[in-house]
């Protein structure tokens, strides 16, 4: 696949960034692209290893090597094919996935891997510029029809599956657009919306239909959807935040990061009123001028960190509980694992300006008299034990205006729909399904709502699995669910 000796001759090469003083000023994408010859250029690294370990690496199983090659060769067009073979949104994946496929390349052993999240945004964005990407509905309708509840990554890629295999699906949004964590959550920097836009409209044009403002279980009755549908997916995603229950949590400042997040994806765009993720109005939330304490070091936080830094804060400290990763690959994260958190990295955010700081434990949020936010009293910790230990004499206090919480999220939101539904849940308090289906005959859940907070690649992966098992259980579903109690069986013995 590719040129065999293309890795020994050709560099790595990824699509590039803006100057940080450049793309601060604004809320557009900032990646340079390649040009062409160079995408095809690193498609030609990609060896003919005996085992291609990216296919593993990636929850998609995207058939790399055969796309790297179709692009070494200019067969853009086999590219695309094969690629969507596995990725129903590569435009997605292509911007934000961390990549756990180049983990595993094989050419990592030796040198930097393949460039593959490069070759793969290319592929699509060619795709798009080139008119390859027009609607493809289905030529025969089954006669079913399945409400999807959710349109972030994972009920996207059911609702498209299930397009594709003909049933008839209406996709319900409780938001005003839609596009769920990628529209409200993730920055425009990252990922533009008119990429989620164009998407949603493509599907809207090959037969899915899109009902926003209608949260089920609110203002749309649970009764409707078991009424005029044959199945029902779940796909509402993790959107309880973990709290920090510590004294002072109640002062006018403290903020769930993806509040913010989400609060300024709608300013962005320009909706009316300012909205919460959860499509409620709320207060105006800005990091204009104030000194900005993000408490927790994953990609959220990163999100708050770039966005604080646009909106003009004074500064911005990222803190995180656990301690400094280690440089590089340890006996932990062994090739060809994707080592995530486990390994130190710095996020394009990150890289703006922001300061960062581990082992940090938050004991107490400071109030000034009138309640909003000064500081937050705070100690180190020694994680030397294998669990985290106070160290002696290390309180300190940082000063702040505005705190954000990213701390992750803890499961699906339980009242109305859930709770209507009558769904099981697991003992993290996700919704319990096993291959998707749950404990009440015809609903499915897939995604964060079932698996937990995770990836947006592990999301498609989901959706595009819990599709084949609605689309078997309409086909058979006396016979699926049989197969479902047999294999439930055979787990618990």
């Known amino acids: 696949m590719g040129k065999e000796t293309g890795f020994k001759e050709f560099d790595r090469k990824t699509f590039g960034y803006k100057p940080v003083e450049e793309r601060v000023k604004g809320y557009s994408e900032f990646m340079i692209p390649l040009t062409q010859a160079e995408v095809e250029t690193q498609g030609a690294r990609c060896m003919n290893c005996g085992v291609p370990f990216c296919h593993s690496g990636c929850p998609l199983g995207n058939i790399i090597p055969d796309f790297n090659d179709y692009v070494y060769r200019r067969r853009w067009d086999k590219a695309l094919e094969s690629l969507r073979s596995t990725n129903n949104f590569p435009e997605f994946t292509g911007r934000i996935c961390p990549a756990p496929c180049e983990s595993a390349c094989v050419v990592g052993l030796v040198k930097p891997p393949v460039a593959i999240k490069t070759v793969e945004l290319a592929i699509i964005e060619h795709a798009w510029a080139n008119g390859l990407m027009s609607p493809k509905p289905p030529h025969k309708r089954t006669g079913k029809r399945v409400a999807v509840v959710g349109s972030g990554p994972s009920g996207l890629a059911a609702a498209d599956q299930l397009n594709k295999a003909g049933h008839s699906v209406t996709v319900f949004e409780r938001a005003e657009k839609v596009g769920g964590l990628m529209r409200y959550g993730i920055p425009d920097f990252k990922l533009d919306k008119n990429v989620v836009q164009r998407r949603a409209d493509l599907m809207a044009e090959e037969g899915v239909v899109f009902r926003t403002l209608a949260n089920v279980g609110v203002n749309v009755p649970v009764s409707e959807l078991r009424q005029n549908f044959d199945a029902i997916v779940l796909t509402g995603g993790s959107t309880q935040p973990r709290d920090l229950p510590i004294p002072g949590r109640e002062g006018k400042g403290v903020h769930p990061a993806m509040e913010f997040l989400a609060q300024n994806n709608h300013r962005v765009a320009k909706l009316e009123g300012l909205r919460n ?104 910790l020694d994680w030397s034990k294998g669990k985290p230990e106070e160290v002696p004499g290390s309180e300190y206090v940082i000063e702040c205006e505005l705190v954000l919480l990213a701390m992750g999220f803890l499961h699906p939101e339980h009242k109305f729909m859930l709770e209507e539904l009558g769904v099981d849940l697991d003992e993290r308090g996700n919704v319990k399904a096993a291959n998707h289906a749950t404990s009440v005959d015809g609903v499915f859940a897939a995604g964060d709502m079932r698996r937990g907070q995770s990836l947006v690649v592990w999301a498609i992966s989901e959706g595009r699995e819990c599709a084949r098992a609605v689309d078997a259980w309409l086909n058979n579903g006396a016979s699926y669910l049989a197969a479902k109690a047999s294999s439930l069986c055979q787990a618990k013995t």
């Open 277 to 380: 993720q959860r499509g409620e109005k709320v207060e105006e939330i800005l990091a204009t001028g104030k000194r900005v304490l993000v408490i927790g070091g994953g990609d959220t936080g990163s999100d708050c960190v770039g966005t604080s830094i646009r909106q003009g804060a004074k500064s911005v400290l990222q803190v995180e509980l656990l301690p400094k990763p280690p440089e590089g690959r340890t006996e932990r994260t062994p090739w060809p694992t994707h080592p995530g958190p486990a390994m130190f990295s710095t996020s394009t955010s990150q890289a703006e300006g922001c300061e960062r700081d581990w082992s940090v434990q938050s004991k107490e949020i400071l109030r000034d008299k009138d309640g909003n936010v000064k500081g937050v009293r705070a100690v180190k």
